[in-house]
């Protein structure tokens, strides 16, 4: 019985730790996307993050931003108008990640960890 009290209890912390662990690791942003762009458009990141969800709104149709793309993470995500659209980016082992609209001229936005 006590070996029983003292497994659950081990089990219990390293439960416990796991998800304190992941929430210190993640972080939720909000970016609205107007006709001036993404806002904010450089989002500074604290380096112990592994990854950010950035919850992009589109409140307008005077935009050619009208998706979010980032070339070197694969991600390539419409943003409907006046609907949130929530994008992981895995920022694991990198210093910065820019994200843009189609023609990448623009309208871009970055990701830095500091």
Do not use: W
């Amino acid at each position: 019985m006590k070996n029983l009290l003292i497994i659950s209890s081990i089990a219990f912390i390293l439960i416990t730790g796991c998800k304190t662990n992941s929430v210190k690791t993640q972080k939720e942003i909000n970016v609205i996307v107007n006709e001036n762009g993404y806002n904010p458009s450089e989002i500074k990141i604290p380096k112990h993050l592994d990854f950010v969800t950035l919850n992009f709104k589109r409140t307008t149709d005077k935009t050619c931003a009208r998706e979010v793309i980032s070339k070197n993470l694969g991600i390539n995500k419409k943003l409907p108008l006046n609907k949130v659209v929530k994008i992981k980016f895995d920022i694991r082992n990198k210093d910065s990640i820019t994200f843009g609209c189609h023609m990448n001229m623009m309208y871009k936005g970055m990701l830095i960890k500091e």
